[in-house]
T-cell receptor, first 113, second 111 residues
Framework: NAGVMQNPRHLVRRRGQEARLRCSPM?????VYWYRQLPEEGLKFMVY????????ESGMPKERFSAEFPKEGPSILRIQQVVRGDSAAYFC???????????FGPGTRLTVT | AQRVTQPEKLLSVFKGAPVELKCNYS??????LFWYVQYSRQRLQLLLR??SRESIKGFTADLNKGETSFHLKKPFAQEEDSAMYYC?????????????FGTGTLLAVQP
C-alpha cells in the first residue's frame, strides 16, 4: 500500500491562474480530508469528502475554492484565480471510515507569484 | 472557539535529556487529543492519542483537563526523535469530526 499520494508536490502559479491539486487516498479508504497550512501556522481543516459527496466544507473559503471526489479517480482541490495569499502547503488525508485514523499525504506546496 | 497552542517553535535538548513539548487547548466539550510527528522528508503520522494511553517510542502524554494541557514527554531524548511535533484536537462541528492543529514544535536533539 503506497499510502496517500498527492501531486504535484510543488506547484507554481501566477496570480489569476488556476491551481489543481490531486489526492489519491490509500487503498480501501473512502474518506478524504483536505487541510491547508499557511506559513507559521498549524494545519487547518478545509473540507471532508466521501465518494461523490461533499460532507463538510465549513473550512473552505467561500469563493474560488472547490473540491470533488469523483466515483473514479483522485480527489481534486481546485483554486481559481489564485492570489498570493493562497501560497501554502495543502495536505490531504484519508481514512477507512469517519472514526478511524487519518493518514496524511506528503502535501502539495503551492507558490503564487 | 476551539484552539490548540504550542508555545515553543523550537526545543533543543541534548541526547539523554528529558523532553517536554507543551500543548494547551481551548474547547468547551470533551476533548480528544493527539500528537502527530513529521520526521525530515517524511509525511505527517500519528504518534499517540490520549484515549489509548499508550507509550509510543518512549513518549507519553497525559490529558490534564484542569490545566487544559496535553504535554508530550519523554524521559531520555534520542537523536532520532528530532522532528516536527504537532498537537491536534478533534472536535465535532458541522457534519463531522475535525482536527485542529497547533503550529508545531521543532525538536532538535543534539548529540
Amino acid at each position: 500500500n503506497a499510502g496517500v499520494m498527492q501531486n504535484p508536490r510543488h506547484l507554481v502559479r501566477r496570480r489569476g491562474q488556476e491551481a489543481r491539486l490531486r489526492c489519491s487516498p490509500m487503498k480501501g479508504h473512502s474518506h478524504v480530508y483536505w487541510y491547508r497550512q499557511l506559513p507559521e501556522e498549524g494545519l487547518k481543516f478545509m473540507v471532508y469528502l466521501q465518494k461523490e459527496n461533499i460532507i463538510d466544507e465549513s473550512g473552505m473559503p467561500k469563493e474560488r475554492f472547490s473540491a470533488e471526489f469523483p466515483k473514479e479517480g483522485p480527489s481534486i482541490l481546485r483554486i481559481q484565480q489564485v492570489v498570493r495569499g493562497d501560497s501554502a502547503a495543502y495536505f490531504c488525508a484519508s481514512s477507512r471510515t469517519e472514526d478511524y485514523e487519518q493518514y496524511f499525504g506528503p502535501g502539495t506546496r503551492l507558490t503564487v507569484t | 472557539a476551539q484552539r490548540v497552542t504550542q508555545p515553543e517553535k523550537l526545543l533543543s535538548v541534548f541526547k539523554g535529556a528529558p523532553v517536554e513539548l507543551k500543548c494547551n487547548y481551548s474547547y468547551s466539550g470533551s476533548p480528544e487529543l493527539f500528537w502527530y510527528v513529521q520526521y525530515s522528508r517524511q509525511r505527517l503520522q500519528l504518534l499517540l492519542r490520549h484515549i489509548s494511553r499508550e507509550s509510543i517510542k518512549g513518549f507519553t502524554a497525559d490529558l490534564n483537563k484542569g490545566e487544559t494541557s496535553f504535554h508530550l514527554k519523554k524521559p531520555f531524548a534520542q537523536e532520532e526523535d528530532s522532528a516536527m511535533y504537532y498537537c491536534a484536537l478533534e472536535f465535532y462541528g458541522g457534519a463531522t469530526n475535525k482536527l485542529i492543529f497547533g503550529t508545531g514544535t521543532l525538536l532538535a536533539v543534539q548529540p
